[in-house]
T-cell receptor
Framework: DQQVKQNSPSLSVQEGRISILNCDYT??????FLWYKKYPAEGPTFLIS?????DKNEDGRFTVFLNKSAKHLSLHIVPSQPGDSAVYFC????????????FGQGTELSVKP | DAGVIQSPRHEVTEMGQEVTLRCKPI?????LFWYRQTMMRGLELLIY????????DSGMPEDRFSAKMPNASFSTLKIQPSEPRDSAVYFC???????????FGEGSWLTVV
């Protein structure tokens, strides 16, 4: 039972354009959402997060949007750069579950020069 | 400042053999997680500890898998006997406490032949 889903296994974008990565969740108790980035042969690293009391959080080129009614979040990268090419994991946690992070399957982003 | 340290980085073993993966969390972190990365399910949470105590092991696939955390600076994930379907990347991660950023190690790449 996949509580966090990333339905697009891959995404290809031209350098300078916007990258939009999507994530859906099923557990309405989730109240904290994160995006992690993973390069080959490395562990995932934290990128950006959002609490359920917000609907947007921005950090430089990265913006995360949360739509609680649709149980959907997205990561926007503008402008996309070749160095952004990596696997992006969406993750969610519920405060009443002791900080356990549930991850999606990941989306591999390729930014072409 | 050392991050999460995992060993071995790579292991190739024969079916039926015992495999032990090791993890040293970041000093001062109270929670430790074991994840497994597969193509189909992304990052699956296997088990997590809080203050050395296993809190949730519902993700452990079957009795062949066991994890221990004898002290705050060391944890092991053991597979006995190993099977080819256990081949995956196993990540250890730690955080200072629930709701904080989780930091991952570089992973242990396991191949069971």
């Amino acid at each position: 039972d996949q509580q966090v889903k990333q339905n697009s296994p891959s995404l290809s974008v031209q350098e300078g354009r916007i990258s939009i990565l999507n994530c859906d969740y099923t557990n309405s108790m989730f109240d904290y959402f994160l995006w992690y980035k993973k390069y080959p042969a490395e562990g995932p690293t934290f990128l950006i997060s959002i609490s359920s009391i917000k609907d947007k959080n921005e950090d430089g080129r990265f913006t995360v949007f949360l739509n609680k009614s649709a149980k959907h979040l997205s990561l926007h990268i503008v402008p996309s750069q070749p160095g952004d090419s990596a696997v992006y994991f969406c993750a969610a946690s519920a405060n009443n579950q002791g900080g356990k992070l549930i991850f999606g399957q990941g989306t591999e982003l390729s930014v072409k020069p | 400042d050392a991050g999460v340290i995992q060993s071995p980085r790579h292991e190739v073993t024969e079916m039926g053999q015992e495999v032990t993966l090791r993890c040293k969390p970041i000093s001062g972190h109270n929670s430790l997680f074991w994840y497994r990365q597969t193509m189909m399910r992304g990052l699956e949470l296997l088990i997590y500890f809080n203050n050395n105590v296993p809190i949730d092991d519902s993700g452990m696939p079957e009795d062949r898998f066991s994890a221990k955390m004898p002290n705050a600076s060391f944890s092991t994930l053991k597979i006995q006997p190993s099977e080819p379907r256990d081949s995956a990347v196993y990540f250890c991660a730690s955080e200072t406490g629930p709701g904080n950023t989780i930091y991952f190690g570089e992973g242990s790449w396991l191949t069971v032949v």
